[in-house]
RNA sequence: GGCCCGGUCGUCUAGUGGUUAGGAUGCCGCCCUUUCAAGGCGGAGGUCGCGGGUUCAAGUCCCGUCCGGGCUACCA
């Protein structure tokens, strides 16, 4: 049989970090196997129901590499691909009352006050807190046709078994034991007549012809509740495969608290799709051997389900830093072109770095300029981008790495200068090359302006470059720090350097 | 409280009865060198949560215990 996995998200939010990688181990699976990816929308709870966030949901997956076969915007043989949709046509309805006449569902007739009222209870009382009989459970025909006739708002519970062993076959944790007696009576139909997650996935996952459920290990408490449903309705369940959450440093669920956990503000803050997805197959799952950095290709060749660890992971974004520096210094100039580009221009990256918590960070302002330079000489920024290309770690970095190439005027480092352009020979240092570099040409090899820095020495007695170097550096840049000299000159081309130099040399004391 | 899941360097992990417990990241040092990175090399960092067993031999199997986490909604 074909696997087919289904990834099922529910549009009460930005998607985060947990979908994602849920998403991603869905992805592999079935692109391993050859099978079929589907997108589901679990859109059952309409007081949280986020507008917008159904396309969020689908552009993040996307923009990490994710598609599917099947999905509310593809379609497929088994939709609609929208439980709200699904619940309209009526599917939930047909399936509920096949379990109430055959006894395994029952109405139930209580206000929110009396459930608040029964779990007050039985929390005194040390009880096991839930819906375990209630008024309902064992009501009469009589009594529930009387409730419904007066219009009392009403739900569809199930009605769990007791004394049962229920069992969930899990592919990561082996055999869990529940005891039935321990697991209340879910509702499966809401009063609104929406079905719950309980019965619209179960009901979904069995339709659409689901081989593995991939959800989160926080679900594992409900599995007893998914696998009586399977057995009342005769169904073989597919095979469920709970995967543990990514924790924040401090080990509780990520959430908010631990900064940007929100897919597309890893987009923002410019991470690489390739990296994000690599570093987040790897939370849980591992290749075997000493293997680390795999494209999506290679994590599809050598994902297995089996592979998956029980453990908790912690979310490290040191590591992905690495990772995502790692992927930026395999791209070629006119790759980091295309993406620095697409970056600094995009008017979401500049409302991201605008945000209060970035706002006095000078990204955001140096992404601006950078997308202004980049327009106006495209040459010169995939020249510049390779340049900086090793010295950065996200594609924000770019902007403050390399400004000093487009500006007029370098800021000046008052550290620097007061280090560097207090040398005694400095005065002659700028002006010989101001004047060696007078030509009509204004492009340089980086051959030649190594003779000339290197001839300037030589002729000079000074027997290292140091001395040389850096006060050139900081006359070109205002810093004492960023890239080779010899390339960055080059990069810069005689007239821009001979400006600078003019410039220094009025700064001299 | 009840039920369930988990526990190998700070972090991600390899490991399925016999290894000096390996790799990666991060940290430190050295090399390279015009700085910073990158890269190369090396180092520190783990009584495999703890305690008992089983066994010639246990991170690996069994029991107990502690700690962490999840669920306990007409949310997913």
Known sequence: MSVRVRVAPSPTGAPHLGILRTALFDFLCARHHRGTMILRIEDTDRNRFVPGCEEEIMASLRWLGIDWDEGPDVGGPFGPYRQSERKEAGIYAIWVQKLLDEGYAYWAFDTPEELEEMREYQQVNRQPVGYFGGTWRDASGAQVEAARASGK??????????GRLLVCDDLVRGRVEFDSDTVDDPVLIKADGMPTYH???????????????IRGVEWISSAPKHVWLFEAFGWTPPQFVHVQVINGPDGKKLSKRHGDTRVFDFKYAGFLPEALANFVALIGWAPGGDREIMSMDELV???????????????????????????????SGESLLEKVGAYSGDPDVRAFWARDEHAALPTGPALADLSRALTLDPALAEEAFVLVRERVVTLADFGEACDFVFVDRPVMDPAAVGKWLTVPHARRLFECLAADLVSPEDAISVEACERLVRSFAEGHGIDKLGPVV?????ALTGRTVGPGLFELMSVLGRR????RFENALRLLP
Do not use: C
């Open 199 to 213: 019965f619209a996935a179960m009901v979904d996952d069995h339709l659409m012809e689901i081989t593995h459920i």
């Open 496 to 499: 821009r350097m001979i400006e």
């Open 470 to 474: 850096h006060p050139v550096r900081v």
């Open 153 to 162: 708002p009403g739900v569809i519970r199930l009605k769990m078994p007791r």
């Open 301 to 331: 060749e050598a994902f297995e389900l089996d592979g998956l660890q029980p453990s908790p992971g912690v979310f490290d974004i040191e590591k992905l830093r690495w990772m995502n520096g790692h992927y930026l210094r395999g791209l």
